[in-house]
């Protein structure tokens, strides 16, 4: 009995139930709050419940009055259970009741305050062991000489990442450029940060290294969202004025919706130089606002400027060089353009606006069509235009017709494939657009212009008639999706709709009938 009493008596104090009780609380908190962080948990509790064990063997030892050795036992199993208490209380602090105040210190410093206690409690322990603190002290400054010295360049990186993280150098998320290198910073350890690339590639770069060096951090700016300018390049002819080539990507741009391309500030093109190969340097400068797909948004990017100019009729330049070719034949040349001819008259017989027409006027017609490619996304046409006096046949693709709502939202009134055309109001009437229409996929289009059809009427103008009613019935179906009327309402104002219709066209194209 008196030895189970010395046992228990050596091991067992007044605070040994309180302790036991607030490491429990504190785990299962943690375990709570910090689920992802269980394995490491687990492993600080298990070490805990080993020092208590410890001093329990501490106690037997010291029963079997071996008090030497009991008393060493017992002193390192207290400091083990310190180390693992101050190691869960720092996580308690710094992981769950800071963060609920919206602090978020970084980790780096959780780990050397920590440490400091680490070796607070591990000085107090030994004072209380006996020894003297001030030769501990003298000893240690010696020791922490000699080890800082033989481990100077470790102690940089460490400093460097402390630093680093206390003056938001750098955050975790940060896109950063060091030397060729571009990457994403997804951590911030003691000795060096990692960076991740977008070709799947991890850079361990020393914190030494960025605190001696420069880095760029791209996309940041105070008080402004994370975005980073990008340049697309191309080039045109010094023939065409750069009024027209700006104004046309512009446009074409701006009014379209591009995947990560911000719209504040808008992108902007820019004439940066004129080449005396006979072209002049382009640039497209915009804002990325996810740093990831960087050379994708610049194909988009490219893709669009090139269907912008395609339909203004602008060529991209190349640089010259003196190529020894074989030139094709005339003959081969006219059949090319003969078998594109007969393609587009195909694509017009289909169009019933042109249904009465014979094949002199659709040859006519077809020799006059203006290629016109659209992106996906690109605005082909808008509500309310005035402007836009042509009629687009669609050869490849599918676009969406929408009206724009006065609240700020679309409705859908249909989808146009391959065959379909639209246009036709304005480019008989001059009237302003009545929907919008907006590339669904990438859209391949003929575009008739006004002059164009101008001198087919003129030739013959009874087809202003037959088209007529073709408008009136186009347009009555239009009415009922925009307006929800109903059929036979509809016919009943055809024929006064029909008369309008055929004076508007004589007075747009000054027809006299």
């Keep these: 009995m008196n030895f189970f009493n010395n046992m228990v008596g050596y091991f067992w104090s007044e605070e040994s139930f309180p302790v036991l009780i607030m490491m429990l609380c504190i785990a299962v908190l943690l375990f709570h709050f910090r689920r992802e962080e269980r394995a490491s948990l687990t492993n600080t509790l298990g070490f805990f419940l080993a020092c208590q064990a410890g001093l329990v063997l501490s106690g037997f030892v010291y029963a079997l009055e071996f008090t030497r050795a009991a008393a060493v036992l017992h002193e390192t199993f207290v ?3 310190g180390i693992a208490a101050i190691r869960l209380w720092g996580q308690m ?3 769950v009741v800071l963060p609920k105040f ?11 305050l920590v ?3 680490y070796v607070a409690w591990f000085m107090v322990r030994l004072r209380y062991a006996g020894l003297e603190l001030g030769s501990i002290l003298a000893t240690s400054a010696m020791i922490t000489a000699v080890v800082a010295f033989a481990m100077q360049d470790t102690l940089g990186n460490i400093l460097g990442g402390l630093a680093l993280q206390l003056d938001n150098s750098v955050s975790v998320g940060d896109w950063i450029k060091v030397d060729d290198v571009v990457g994403k910073v997804v951590d ?12 799947w590639e991890t850079v361990v770069i020393p914190n030494s290294q960025l605190m001696k060096n420069k880095f760029l951090v791209l996309g940041r700016r105070t008080d402004q969202p994370v975005q980073w300018r990008r340049w697309v390049w191309f080039n045109v002819g010094l023939a065409t004025p750069p009024n027209l080539v700006l104004s046309v990507v512009e446009d074409a741009i701006g009014r ?19 080449d005396i190969r006979g072209y002049a340097k382009y640039a497209v400068r915009y804002w990325l606002t996810d740093l990831t797909p960087d050379d994708p948004t610049d194909a988009a990017l490219r893709w669009h400027i090139m269907t912008a100019l395609q339909r203004a009729g602008i060529k991209l330049a190349i640089e010259e060089s003196n190529v020894l070719v074989t030139k094709e034949n005339e003959k081969h040349d006219k059949a090319l353009h003969q078998r594109e001819v007969l393609l587009r008259i195909k694509t017009l017989k289909r169009v019933e606006l042109f249904s009465q ?12 069509l203006k290629f016109s490619p659209f992106a996906k996304g690109n605005i082909i046409a808008s509500q309310g235009d005035k402007r836009s006096h042509w009629l687009y046949i669609i050869i490849n693709g599918e676009a969406e017709v929408y009206l724009e709502m006065p609240n700020g939202g679309r409705r859908t009134l249909n989808t146009l494939g391959k065959g379909s055309f639209f246009g036709e109001m304005g480019l008989m009437t001059g009237a302003p657009r009545s929907a919008s229409v907006i590339a669904k996929t990438d859209v391949e289009c003929y575009r008739l212009d006004k002059d164009v059809f101008e001198e087919i009427l003129h030739a013959r103008p009874a087809i ?12 009555a179906e239009l009415d009922t999706a925009m307006q929800d009327m109903d059929a036979q309402s509809a016919r009943k104002d055809m024929s006064q709709q029909h008369n309008e219709i055929l004076s508007t066209i004589k007075r747009f194209f000054s027809l006299n009938m």
């Design 464 to 475: 202003a008639e037959e088209i007529s009613h073709i408008l009136v019935k186009r347009r």
């Design 357 to 368: 027409m014979n094949d002199t006027e659709l040859n006519a017609l077809a020799e006059r």
């Design 93 to 95: 602090v710094f992981r």
């Design 102 to 112: 919206k602090l978020n210190p970084p980790r780096i410093t959780e780990d050397i």
């Design 256 to 274: 379209t919706d591009i995947a990560n391309v911000a719209k504040t500030p808008a992108p902007n093109c820019v004439l940066m130089d004129m």
């Design 115 to 117: 440490i400091i206690v």
């Design 79 to 81: 400091i083990g259970s």
């Design 188 to 199: 911030i350890r003691w000795r060096s940060t990692l960076v991740e690339t977008r070709n």
